[in-house]
């Protein structure tokens, strides 16, 4: 049978690691890195497990027996905080036939026990396995040394202050090395709250984007757009507001909005700081966090805490966007993240999560549920301008003509795989970065399985007569 006509004139790329390899130049790439379900497919078995992505935050399971259900990729899980404190994230499927073992998004195991909805083989907290009915049945069949009777496998993750996160393949990059410096976004967040402690706070705003899930991780450290993709939305804010009396009272929603267009040198002195591994951040310098209106009974939780010199340098930190490639967004200096859950080559669903600080006044938890609203949820102004680029990008990108896209701003030939340091924000680096990495982990191949247990000795038949 022939391919589909849409599929007849494109390159095959798995186990073609050469294939994949040609699609990313130093300087470009090609643009079946948007559009190739195929490209999308092997993104899903290899990048999103070779990496560590992120699940959830521990508040979300407070108490033993609490669990909270997501994807990695293409593959459910749990995570549960089990009897004895720790947080784990455990395969979503269950030993026996595989049957998904949760299906609400977060809940409370009764009992203190996973139980299969199909069979009602049970599993404690710690995936391990309690019960399985009509046990007798299994007797003399070699299944007490098979994989389905050590329960359900675990996931490696690690709960680094609160934010955990998973590396699916079994063996591969640690989470140290993957990460390095990039964690003291995560620091300063965490910092934030007079008791270094962060909660989730209310539900999760989902919004779905009709467009690859790299459209919107690029679009992150892009200082080049909001001057253009904004100025209907901020733009318009913006010049509502001028005129006001010097002194005037700024209300948050223009404290928020406006900096969204405050031209382009402002945007390249912001500053941007790039991480190996494709990890980055803008507002090295300031960002367009930097003047919200203090709040003095927060300061002096604040110095009180940590005391005046380290109170000040925590808060002095005003980080942008902090991309912890390839699955997760963070905002410490308005305490808000956005998660990035691929759906398809051309679909991406993000997840926005607002975050209290443990100890601080509630203004401050206010001052991150207008920004959500205004920015980052649904019901969005700002974002929308994004989501219709964004779209337009995956539309456009159909059209004939040139097959690579442009990654050239402020592109040095010396440039090599490490491009680790501090560069202007306009520079298109971060995606550039991003690319090293998505070839490197895109060719990272998993440790191999164990190979099957041999099956059970069975008695000699009998000689017929």
């Known amino acids: 049978m022939s391919a589909p006509p849409d599929r007849m004139n494109l390159p095959r790329y798995r186990g073609q690691p050469q294939a994949l390899r040609a699609l990313v130049r130093p300087d470009s790439v090609h643009r079946n890195v948007y559009v190739d379900p195929e490209v999308f497919e092997l993104e899903m078995e290899q990048l999103w497990r070779n990496t560590w992505i992120y699940v959830g935050h521990d508040s979300q399971v407070p108490n033993a027996g609490d669990y909270f259900s997501t994807r990695l990729g293409r593959e459910p899980v749990i995570l549960l905080r089990g009897a004895d404190g720790e947080v784990r994230v455990l395969f979503n499927r269950c030993a026996h036939k595989g049957t998904r073992l949760v299906s609400a998004v977060h809940g409370r195991c009764e009992g203190g026990l996973l139980r299969c909805p199909y069979h009602g083989w049970t599993y404690r907290l710690d995936g391990t396995l309690r019960t399985v009915p009509l046990r007798a049945g299994y007797e003399a069949t070699g299944f007490d040394n098979s994989e389905a009777a050590q329960g359900l496998r675990a996931v490696t993750a690690v709960n680094y202050r609160g934010f955990v996160f998973a590396r699916p393949a079994p063996q591969g990059i640690g989470f140290e090395e993957f990460f390095g410096e990039s964690l003291s976004s995560i620091d300063n967040m965490v910092e934030r709250s007079p008791e270094g402690r962060l909660e989730v706070a209310g539900g999760v705003l989902r919004y779905l984007h009709d467009c690859n899930w790299k459209l919107f991780v690029e679009n992150l450290n892009d200082a080049m757009h909001p001057m253009v993709a904004h100025e ?161 990008i995956q539309e456009g990108l159909a059209a004939g003509g040139s097959e690579w896209v442009s990654l050239h701003r402020n592109y040095h030939g010396g440039e090599g795989v490490g491009l680790t340091g501090i560069y202007g924000a306009t520079n298109e680096v971060s995606m550039r970065g991003q690319f090293r990495a998505w070839s490197r982990f895109m060719e990272a191949q998993p440790a191999p399985q164990p190979a099957e247990p041999p099956p059970p000795a069975r008695p000699a038949p009998t000689p017929s007569r």
């Not at 209907?232 to 005129?243: C, F």
């Not at 209300?251 to 928020?256: F, G, K, R, S």
């Not at 980080?319 to 490639?325: Q, S």
């Open 232 to 392: 209907s939305s901020a733009g318009t804010a913006k010049r509502l507001w001028d005129g006001q009396p010097p002194g005037a009272p700024v209300p948050m929603v223009i404290e928020q909005f406006t900096p969204f267009v405050n031209g382009y040198d402002f945007m390249d002195r912001m500053g941007l700081k790039i991480f190996d591994n494709g990890h980055s951040y803008t507002g090295v310098n300031f960002s367009i966090h930097s003047k919200y209106a203090q709040v003095g009974e927060y300061e002096k939780r604040m110095a009180a805490a940590y005391g005046e010199e380290r109170a000040q340098r925590i808060l002095g930190e005003a980080r942008h966007n902090t991309v912890y490639y390839p699955s997760l967004t963070i905002k410490g200096a308005i305490q808000a993240i956005r998660v990035v859950r691929p759906l398809a080559v051309d679909r991406t669903l993000i997840e926005s999560w607002t975050f209290r600080l443990a100890g601080a006044p509630d203004e401050l938890l206010q001052r991150t549920a207008t920004y959500t609203r205004l920015i980052n949820s649904p019901t969005s102004v700002v974002g929308h301008d994004d989501l219709h680029c964004y779209r337009a």
